[in-house]
């Protein structure tokens, strides 16, 4: 949780808020695939609709990790909410559209959380009523594999500056570096006093020295991610507290996924509570950063066990068991005018699997007028900004798709579409 401070501490200490960022603090817009990513619902039992409360991460396909103080019973006698009052939205970068929302049935706070010891142990488990076919699950990271200096990716809907109560409709984004312990625990030298200092062995920071970016109300319990070695990402923390939001000094405090100290029982317990089937181990592959959006249509995506990927390019699968992936482009794309004025083209297709190594590109007179390359795609709807590379002109072009899929096969579709004038 974010504990917001009068500017002068009695301590002497002096904090400048930073000005009002456009995204998750000092962020922008999220533009790339995060499957795993899930806001966590709460309806309060005297409120007849659910309202978002925090972040989580799908770690297998019906359970979620997130924050213990997102489930925690703080106002009450310090247990655990019931499960019945939560629910998740998975598979949309949007909060108010897309994607399935699935209901709690258990909840397993790590029994060493403790709010009053600066966060200690801020983890939690969540069982899903049924697994999740719009969301795939993330691999919880290795302390072997991230170390401080590292830089590190946070998502979520929170606000997008200190103390704001207005929270944005689409998924956000920002990079932050991770910090050693020593260093975080120089920072939270004296605002420890009041806030608490960070649990070394459970918890991790991040963020940058001046400030300006960081994880802010309404992110607690969403992932601190580092790339994967073979590809993608691992989830490295789960937002926990922090002095205000991205201040000088205070670095973003996250609760240890990845070490030694609180992987085991997340793992272990996580298999325990797991009814359906992992998903297929991914390949290596480089992670993207290319303008795609994750699919807002759920129906869009197939359903079953088998199309649950991990957020990591590149899904193993049998070369005589995994289906061909097809592709449905649509009638006709958009405005030639348009797209000479702004210098892009949007285009928009669907895929029925997931494709890496992925190309898209426009040809007119055998010539490349618009391209993008991309690192993955997920199963879904997709929108795509094309950099227009000569002048357009109205009528007939051919888009073309080129990509592999998850059985190593090459995947490649043509259509020829009308551009309107």
Not at 73 to 82: F, I, K, R
């Amino acid at each position: 949780m974010r504990r917001l401070l009068p500017l002068t501490l009695s301590v002497g200490v002096l904090l400048t808020v930073p000005t009002a960022a456009s995204a998750i603090v000092g962020g922008e817009t999220s533009t790339r695939a995060w499957p795993h990513m899930a806001g966590m619902e709460y309806r309060a039992p005297d409120a007849a609709d659910f309202r978002f409360r925090c972040g989580g991460s799908l770690i297998k396909p019906d359970v979620i990790l997130t924050a213990a103080h997102c489930v925690d019973d703080s106002e009450g006698d310090g247990g655990t909410l019931p499960a019945d009052r939560f629910r998740f939205l998975l598979g949309t970068s949007k909060r108010s559209a897309g994607g399935e929302r699935i209901a709690a049935t258990q909840i397993l706070e790590h029994p060493q959380y403790d709010a009053t010891d600066g966060g200690a142990a801020d983890v939690a488990l969540v069982k899903l009523a049924s697994a999740s076919t719009a969301g795939a699950p993330i691999r919880v990271a290795t302390s072997s594999e991230y170390a401080a200096g590292v830089d590190a990716t946070i998502i979520g809907w929170g606000a997008e500056r200190s103390g704001a109560s207005e929270l944005p409709d689409e998924l956000q984004e920002a990079q932050v570096g991770l910090v050693s312990d020593q260093q975080c625990a120089l920072a939270y030298g004296v605002t420890g006093l009041l806030i608490g200092r960070p649990d070394a062995p459970t918890a991790i920071c991040a963020g940058e020295l001046l400030g300006g970016k960081d994880s802010c109300q309404g992110d607690s319990g969403g992932p601190l991610m580092t790339p994967a070695a073979g590809g993608g990402f691992a989830l490295v923390g789960v937002v926990s507290y922090g002095l205000g939001c991205a201040f000088p000094t205070q670095y973003g405090v996250y609760g240890e996924a990845g070490g030694d100290a609180l992987r085991p029982w997340i793992e272990q317990n996580a298999a325990t509570l797991s009814t359906a089937d992992d998903p297929p181990a991914p390949a290596a592959q480089a992670p993207t950063t290319s303008r795609v959006w994750f699919p807002n249509n759920p129906s869009a995506v197939p359903t079953g066990n088998s199309t649950a990927m991990p957020n990591v390019p590149g899904a193993s699968a049998s070369k005589s068991s995994a289906a061909r992936v097809v592709l449905t482009f649509p009638r006709r794309l958009g405005s030639a005018s348009d797209a000479n004025r702004l210098g892009t083209l949007d285009v928009s297709f669907r895929t029925t699997g997931f494709l890496s190594g992925v190309t898209v590109s426009l040809v007119r007179g055998g010539k490349t007028v618009a391209s993008k390359k991309l690192g993955s795609l997920a199963p879904g709807s997709h929108t795509l900004g094309l950099a227009v590379r000569r002048k357009l002109r109205t009528g007939k072009v051919t888009m073309r798709i080129v990509g592999t899929d998850g059985a190593g096969r090459r995947v490649k579709q043509t259509k020829t579409l009308k551009l309107s004038r």
